[in-house]
């Protein structure tokens, strides 16, 4: 299977890899969609609840205009930007979708994805559709519990500089991987 | 306010700052302490939660020997490592606490903690001293939430080289820093 737009191959990648993808910690973007509109924003908290299906719990500020999106819809997808397109990134978290199409304004392309109705990010090497399966901790925390239930990959991007955030615009890239004898998974 | 041992010195670290360190998602090693007994475990699955108090969710495992510990006791010990000492990380993650003395075996120091019982590790960079302050995902996500009341970092480490878990012994290891104009925190 494979998803295409503006030369952008992906390809389906395996719901049971998914963790390698969200473990290291990077910037991702969160992208919604609401009465025909989609929105895109920056998200950093974020961690893996379960390896399969793969769980992931996220905090999604109420102070985002993505939070009503994603309550009332129960759908995002998950994107990986790498370096490239850092200067995006930033600015997604910079302004407010209230006001703004973050897509036209910022160069980011929205390609369908294939079981949710918020659009894959073209421009970023993964792309993880998702459902809301869990909303216990959403009151006190901004916490959602989202369910993977489809993965994409760019095979071109064999080391993706992944970016991670610092605090107040100073991020790290992704360096050098080591190869360790670990029996974790 | 100063810990010292083994020639070790950490600083008190602004709790307003934590989240620094754990949102770019490093590896980190969680302490526990029961029956007069410390136990580490590495982990990666944890994300911040708030920024004050530093509020952190993560997930123990109840495979692992530190579950029973964190749900008694309450407390645990955030440790960060960086790639001086990824092998006792990865060291840490292929042993059981059940069996051995892992601070002993992987040439660990544990320096006493100020707020809670769980100790400190000398070699980590930064210490986070927490207390768990809400369960209700631990039964069905293992999911354990803790707020930081105290914070230690070693003032010498400038440019800490996290590390990044992959999957199945990768890591990467934090690589260069960028700096871009961003109203986010």
């Not at 819809?73 to 973050?102: F, L, Q, W």
């Not at 073209?122 to 901790?137: D, G, P």
Request: glycine share 6%; with cysteine.
């Amino acid at each position: 299977m494979a998803a295409k737009r503006s030369g952008v191959h992906k390809k389906s990648f395996a719901l049971s890899k998914v963790y390698g993808l969200l473990e290291p910690g990077p910037v991702v973007l969160l992208t919604t969609a609401r009465k025909g509109r989609a929105n895109v924003m920056a998200m950093s908290w974020h961690t893996m609840l379960e390896f399969e299906p793969p769980t992931v719990g996220c905090v999604v500020s109420d102070r985002n205009f993505s939070f009503a999106a994603l309550r009332a819809t129960k759908e995002c997808v998950i994107n990986i930007p790498t370096v490239e397109i850092a200067y995006a990134v930033v600015r997604c978290g910079n302004r407010c979708g209230r006001t703004i199409d973050k897509f036209a304004a910022f160069g980011l392309t929205a390609m369908p994805a294939s079981r949710v109705s918020p659009p894959l990010i073209a421009e970023c090497y993964a792309n993880l559709e998702c459902r809301v399966v869990e909303t216990r901790l959403v009151r006190k925390y901004c916490f959602f519990i989202l369910e993977v239930c489809k993965a994409w990959i760019d095979p071109a991007r064999r080391v993706p500089r992944t970016i991670h955030h610092l605090g107040r615009g100073a991020f790290m890239v992704a360096g050098r991987r080591i190869k360790l004898a670990s029996k974790m998974k």
